[in-house]
């Protein structure tokens, strides 16, 4: 694939000997030029300390590498006030470009009251708010939940992580939104689930096309998978080639 390729959701890897942040950091950047990937987009946990990176973590790892754009993870469940105040300064700065919520993840849903700070921030800077989405707790951040969220907040720009997996037809109840956009990630990590998705999956792309992005969920999924899918929809180069970069870049504009 010589097209520019966006992982539009990814996280360090976790897997092998890989026993500090810098490791992982590096490793991540291999694997980036293994998989021909230009440009991705690293999540962090909302955890204060995590294998994953926190927050700060994250945003000190990567500070001088312009082809990894951070997304920072916070709860409204640990040390939210704090949190905020320093999801606050990194946006403001352009270290961040984003805020992810782990619904379902933990014990909170998507409409809760306490995140209005985090709306209010968001519109504030114009950065996406992204959130997880689907498997066994998939009621935290169902459809009517995001739904009820941008009806009460049409300024924002949200992202749907996962895209409900496994119940990729979800989706389609909320193509009228017009801010929301959906990432590809963890879809095709197995291998007999995504041949029977893969009819929804190209629906869902070919109806909304400038709101798909491809993600992978690296390095919890494999990113292999995720490339091959993307080539076997037999989409238009035109469509293939929002879903791998543009929609992104344009998503993420600020810094990408």
């Not at 990567?62 to 916070?74: E, P, Q, R, W, Y």
């Not at 105040?85 to 993840?105: C, M, N």
Request: hydrophobic fraction near 40%.
């Amino acid at each position: 694939m010589n097209e520019l390729i966006i992982d539009a959701h990814v996280h360090l890897p976790v897997y092998g000997n890989l026993l500090t942040l810098e490791d992982k950091r590096r490793q991540l950047l291999q694997d980036m030029k293994k998989d021909h990937v230009d440009k991705c987009v690293l999540i962090s946990d909302s955890e204060l300390e995590s294998c994953i990176g926190s927050m700060e973590d994250c945003i000190r790892l990567f500070a001088d590498d312009d082809n990894v754009l951070v997304v920072c993870g916070i709860s409204p469940l640990i040390d939210f006030d704090k949190q905020l105040e320093r999801l606050r300064h990194h946006i403001e700065s352009g270290e961040a470009v984003g805020i992810k919520l782990f619904p379902g993840h933990e014990g909170f849903y998507l409409s809760d009251n306490r995140l209005l700070p985090v709306w209010h921030l968001a519109e504030e800077y114009a950065v996406p708010v992204l959130f997880h989405s689907g498997w066994d707790n998939s009621f935290y951040a169902s459809p009517s939940e995001v739904r009820k969220v941008l009806n009460e907040h049409p300024q924002l720009k949200m992202v749907c992580c996962h895209c409900f997996y496994p119940d990729i037809k979800e989706c389609l109840q909320l193509t009228d939104l017009q801010n929301l956009m959906f990432d590809l990630s963890s879809i095709a990590d197995e291998e007999e689930t995504v041949v029977k998705l893969m009819p929804h999956i190209k629906e869902l792309i070919e109806l909304i096309p400038d709101r798909i992005m491809f993600g992978s969920d690296y390095a919890s999924c494999k990113r292999e998978p995720h490339l091959q899918m993307i080539e076997s929809l037999g989409l238009s180069q035109e469509i293939k080639t929002k879903v791998m970069a543009e929609n992104a870049l344009s998503l993420y504009s600020r810094r990408a």
